[in-house]
């Protein structure tokens, strides 16, 4: 065993204890774990005996299918990142805007290299374990290669922002500020791969073989338990990597990080008493018990169905086995004088296991989505009464979604500490999907990320037919006179950008205007040498009419003319929003009638 360094506040055998100790404690929650996993993948009754001749124990989807309609409804759309700052001056809203396009283009890159979104893994595991764990870190390897080189374009990026398996998951609360005191990541993992990704040799006690020589023991394990340890102790933050039965990285302090690199976002949270399997609860957790009953219920219909048309037949002989049964329809049973033939039958009514069902899918409901959150209608529902169900679906991910945000909000905050601290002058070229959509191309470095820590993220779910919903509501309200059209665009558009929305609209609006248009064609007409300008001013018509068609003039120019014309050609012609017809403006406040 490795010996511990010189000033660690605790040792191997320190962790080991702690870790002991937080896997009781975690030990229900485990269970609950792998019980939800089993029901996502629909292997809850896997572990039953075998079922009896005649029985059948349903299974139906109804855990599969909400945690993938959630999943759906808030992973449709990437989330919004604004950075909060005053950006008053041109400087400040350039080095905003670059802020943001960082956060974006980190996360984008992350999830290029692993070959996953990030964002999926979180909100899948956010809502089935309801633990959404997440981490940011600054890898020191790749930063000091980046070190090596004074090409930008060579550098890769050393920040880290991956989504964590909650199930290899063991916090301890206590820390600053209502944190956690302790986070450890711990899993037993083969020998190679640690080996592999940390650059060293997992070293075990060595034994001498039948020639003398030293070798490992022939039972050392090809897996060993690997534990990321991080804790505050005092007011610092101390790291530490065990593989096996010794250090890999000793317990070092960590002066560049305030924070623990680990974010924990729960799905239902409730207070954080001494039972960490009620800290977080999943999204099926108030479908377990109604779900099992609706699937009980539906087994037992199968059965009644099968018994009803497939009933017992009871023979009564003076011989044994003398009466020929044949069961298929039509076919004749002959019997002799003494004998009868009969099927067995309960007494009775049976049961109205049809109106049992019903009463448990209502109790699935109202523990999950609608049908209509899942683009099924309701019968004999009105329209008002079918808004208010999907109302209700909508109520049940606001919290879960509230959440996402706060941890995608605190790990913004923490890439952009840790670019400022590690990457102060060292420039990162990035690229990525940013607000508008579109890719591009960054160049940054972390001093220009300085002060820019506050953030703010959006998340928004799509729901059925929300958006004819929003356009409806959004066109009702700047017809009454509500709200301004650019908040219309934002709100109720999903408009992003509305400022450049309007700019597009205006440009389209004169684009149309045939005076414009005729302008600018005969000014390109004229720079492509087609048209004398004096010749020009000459030929135009008391009616206005523009240039003439030059004799020779090539079909291709013809057909360059049309469609939308490059800005350009008549921005120095736009009209003042004072002298623009009234349909042509875009006002910023409705107009008092």
Not at 264 to 289: M, N, V
Request: glycine fraction near 8%.
């Amino acid at each position: 065993m490795a010996k511990d360094s010189p000033g660690s506040p605790f040792t191997l055998e320190d962790i080991k204890r702690d870790y002991d100790a937080l896997r009781r404690d975690f030990k229900k929650r485990d269970r609950l774990f792998d019980l939800y996993e089993n029901l996502y993948f629909l292997e809850h009754y896997t572990d039953n005996p075998e079922e009896e001749e005649g029985e059948h124990q349903v299974t139906l989807p109804i855990y599969t299918n909400h945690i993938n309609m959630a999943l759906s409804m808030v992973t449709q759309k990437p989330p919004l990142i604004n950075i909060i700052y005053d950006d008053t001056s041109k400087a400040d809203a350039k080095r905003k805007g670059q802020t943001e396009k960082f956060l974006y283009a980190a996360r984008y890159m992350n999830n290029t290299i692993a070959g996953r979104n990030f964002f999926y893994d979180q909100t899948f595991n956010l809502f089935l374990f309801g633990w959404g764990v997440t981490r940011t870190l600054w890898d020191p390897d790749i930063d000091e290669r980046n070190k090596e080189t004074d090409d930008e374009d060579e550098r890769e990026l050393p920040l880290i922002w991956q989504s964590i398996n909650p199930k290899h998951i063991y916090c301890r609360p206590g820390g600053p500020r209502g944190g956690w005191r302790t986070v450890m990541f711990a899993l037993n993992r083969p020998v190679t791969e640690i080996e592999s990704e940390m650059g060293v040799k997992v070293k075990f006690p060595l034994v001498r073989d039948n020639r003398g020589r030293f070798a490992r023991k022939p039972e050392d394990p090809t897996e060993v338990l690997f534990i990321d340890y991080w804790t505050w102790w005092g007011r610092d933050i101390y790291h530490a990597i065990i593989a096996g039965e010794e250090f890999i990285k000793h317990p070092t302090k960590m002066p560049e990080y305030t924070f623990i690199p680990y974010t924990i976002a729960f799905c239902i949270p409730t207070p954080l008493g001494p039972y960490p399997e009620r800290w977080g609860l999943s999204f099926l957790f108030a479908l377990r018990d109604s779900t099992e009953d609706l699937e009980r219920a539906m087994s037992r219909l199968l059965r009644v169905i099968g018994m009803y048309g497939d009933p017992t037949i009871v023979t009564e002989s003076e011989q044994p086995g003398n009466i020929d049964i044949d069961k298929r329809i039509g076919s004749v049973i002959d019997i002799k004088t003494g004998e009868k033939v009969y099927y067995l039958h309960s007494q009775g009514s049976p049961p109205d296991l049809l109106r049992a069902i019903e009463f448990f899918r209502g109790q699935v409901q109202e523990s999950g989505f609608p049908s209509v959150s899942l683009g099924m209608g309701v019968a004999g529902a009105s329209g008002y009464a079918t808004n208010l169900l999907q109302e209700g679906g909508r109520v049940k991910i606001e919290v879960p979604v509230q959440n996402l945000q706060l941890a995608w909000q605190a790990d913004n905050e923490k890439m952009l500490r840790l670019f400022y601290t590690f990457s102060r002058d060292e420039k990162l070229v990035m690229s990525g999907p940013f607000k508008t959509g579109k890719y591009e191309r960054i160049s940054i470095k972390g001093s220009d990320v300085k002060g820019l820590w506050h953030n703010e993220v959006v998340i928004e779910p799509k729901f059925v037919l929300d958006e004819r919903r929003d356009m409806d509501i959004g066109v009702t309200g700047v017809r009454e006179g509500f709200w301004s059209k650019r908040y219309a665009q934002e709100k109720y558009g999903h408009i992003e950008d509305p400022e450049l929305e309007a700019e597009r609209m205006r440009d389209e609006a004169v684009e149309n205007d045939p005076r414009i248009r005729e302008a600018a064609v005969t000014r390109r007409l004229i720079r492509e040498g087609m048209l004398d300008p004096e010749q020009d001013m000459t030929q135009q018509g008391g009616n206005g009419s523009g240039a003439k068609r030059p004799p020779g003039r090539p079909e291709e120019l013809d057909v360059g003319l049309r469609g939308p014309i490059p800005r350009d050609e008549y921005t120095d012609m736009l009209p003042q929003e004072a002298e623009m017809p009234m349909e042509m403006r875009m006002p910023l406040e409705p107009r008092e009638a």
